[in-house]
């Protein structure tokens, strides 16, 4: 609790300061400096760390909520009206920190991967990836579903975002914690009957990932703290970790009280980010980030 007043104390002062500081401009703007925004009836997601553009439900944004929820997800129209949640039967909300659409096992159809892989207190020996395929607004349950168990190599870590590459089916890992965050990555096909292993495959310029997104066709990434929010263009055929060596354009972000959820738009015209509501302040936007 004292964590969340903390994170939003310093939010407001953030705030407060933005403008004079000019920190959050960019050299080469891709996306609007000022979001759109949409105000969220409070006390119905207030504890949003992942979303995802739906394929299956046109209009809405998947939003799930981090550990000490129900395992459920919810569905959350683009003007930021609720819908309703959806039971994930055979999963369990640990500490869910981020969530993606991407390719699976079969082809042709859209999977949401649920990331159980937060831990702060660094107490883990295991961490889980929920992988099913994305339900329909008029389903209230989901029964079917892999659970993608995995270890690191080095011992615990602290996580809030993954990547699923759509070509290659590789789950990729981002530290919150260490510093810099680093890049695991687990190699489709993923084991669902044994543990598997994560394989550190690089490093970013900066730690403390909150979230992290893919574009609709593959050939852009978006890296979230709490602080900003880093761009890159991935050539085709590019690994996410090669992709990771260039520099990221730091883009225009309006600082939000405790924002980790961060994902595009599916037609590609710009993308979406959803804050955490700290207990201190009265609501939170969606907000969406127009493409140039």
């Known amino acids: 609790m004292y964590f969340r007043k903390l994170l939003a104390i310093l939010f407001l002062i953030n705030l407060a300061c933005q403008k004079e500081t000019g920190d959050n401009k960019t050299t080469a703007e891709v996306f609007d400096d ?27 944004l998947w939003v799930q909520q981090d550990g000490g929820n129900p395992n459920d997800i919810a569905l959350l129209s683009h003007d930021g009206t609720f819908l309703k949640k959806i039971s994930i039967k055979t999963a369990v909300n640990r500490d869910w920190e981020d969530m993606v659409m991407a390719n699976g096992p079969v082809a042709g159809i859209n999977y949401i991967y649920l990331a159980d892989i937060g831990d702060n207190s660094l107490a883990s020996s295991q961490y889980f990836i929920y992988r099913f395929t ?42 919150k914690q260490d510093q810099p965050s680093r890049v695991y990555r687990l190699a489709y096909p993923q084991i669902t009957t044994s543990i598997n292993t994560a394989i550190l495959s690089g490093s970013l310029s900066f730690s403390g990932v909150t979230g992290a997104a893919f574009s609709p066709d593959g050939k852009e990434i978006l890296i979230k703290t709490y602080n ?15 992709a990771f060596v260039g520099t990221p354009v730091t ?34 936007n969606l907000n969406f980030y127009k493409r140039n």
């Open 134 to 175: 994305e339900p329909v607004a008029t389903s209230d349950s989901v029964f079917d579903c892999d659970k993608i168990i995995f270890q690191y190599p080095d011992g615990a870590h602290d996580a809030e975002a993954i990547l699923v590459d759509n070509n290659t089916r590789d789950i990729y890992i981002i530290t």
């Open 228 to 242: 900003s929010i880093h761009y890159w263009k991935k050539k085709s055929g590019q690994p996410v970790e090669q």
């Open 251 to 284: 883009l225009s972000y309006q600082i939000e009280p405790q924002g980790e959820a961060i994902c595009f738009k599916n037609d590609n015209s710009g993308f979406f980010s959803l804050s955490e509501r700290p207990s201190i302040i009265a609501s939170v």
């Open 34 to 60: 000022i979001p759109q925004t949409r105000l969220l009836t409070p006390g119905i997601l207030d504890e949003a760390s992942g979303i995802a553009d739906s394929k299956a439900n046109p209009g809405y």
